[in-house]
């Protein structure tokens, strides 16, 4: 299985703040990679995929770079929405995996 | 409009069988490239991906959990249906499921698109 592994575990910041979560994987998955933001008690929801492909609705403030093992989710300039935890997931092969999550906290 | 709904016990005790319903609307199952997965995440934990089950009836399966776990269909009923047997108190998550990514099925679309709610379930006797 590709093990999937998110820096840092937990990071603060403020509004405004550019924010920046990286995402390793255990091996080559060229830009087979989603990510998803998690608000609590409710339901992932889907923020980019193919590395760098913004899903519809998605406000443009976040973006998503990086293929091979490296990969980053940036979030230019934090909105009090945006305080939430952050997964990555390789799509490249089964079965599917998931990092252990990013919790985005206010500072 | 797609969504999906997650039903089922909220309470099962320590080796029983636990049976998931998810109940959709906006997409056929039967549609060339649909797939629907099933994902858990235990209190203040990770995602994990459990499997997944194709508009042609083909099945993926979680390694770990792939000889406890099986993926149904009702086609007419626009329902997917989770079977979990031997539950611990480990399986204690909430169960959510979730509708892939558009067609065509190639690795830039298995991601999850779309998300129901989600179920808790517990596992205790």
């Known amino acids: 299985d590709i093990q999937m592994t998110q820096s840092p575990s937990s990071v603060s910041a403020s509004v405004g703040d550019r924010v920046t979560i990286t995402c390793r994987a255990s091996?080559?998955?060229?830009?087979?990679l989603a990510w998803y933001q998690q608000k609590p008690g409710k339901a992932p929801k889907l923020l980019i995929y193919?590395?760098?492909t913004l899903q519809s609705g998605v406000p443009s403030r976040f973006s998503g770079s990086g293929s091979g093992t490296d990969f980053t989710l940036t979030i230019s300039s934090l909105q009090p929405e945006d305080f939430a935890t952050y997964f990555c997931?390789?799509?490249?092969?089964?079965?599917?995996?998931f990092g252990q999550g990013t919790r985005l906290e206010i500072k | 409009q797609v969504t999906l709904k997650e039903s089922g016990p909220a309470l099962v005790k320590p080796t029983q069988t636990l049976t998931l319903t998810c109940s959709f609307s906006?997409?056929?199952?039967?549609?060339?490239?649909?797939?629907v997965s099933w994902v858990r995440q235990a209190p203040g934990r990770a995602l994990e991906w459990l499997g997944r089950?194709?508009?042609?009836?083909?099945?993926f399966y979680s390694t770990s959990l792939k000889t406890r776990l099986t993926i149904s269909r009702d086609t007419s009923k626009n329902q997917v249906v989770l079977t979990m047997t031997n539950m611990d108190p480990v399986d204690t998550a909430t169960y959510y499921c979730?509708?892939?990514?558009?067609?065509?099925?190639?690795?830039?679309?298995?991601?999850?698109?779309?998300w129901g709610q989600g179920t808790l379930v517990t596992v205790s006797s």
């Open positions: 906006g997409f056929s199952l039967s549609t060339l490239g649909m797939r």
């Open positions: 091996q080559g998955i060229s830009t087979w």
């Open positions: 089950i194709d508009w042609d009836d083909d099945t």
């Open positions: 979730a509708r892939m990514g558009d067609p065509p099925v190639t690795k830039a679309s298995e991601f999850f698109q779309d």
């Open positions: 193919a590395a760098s």
């Open positions: 997931q390789q799509t490249d092969s089964f079965p599917i995996t």
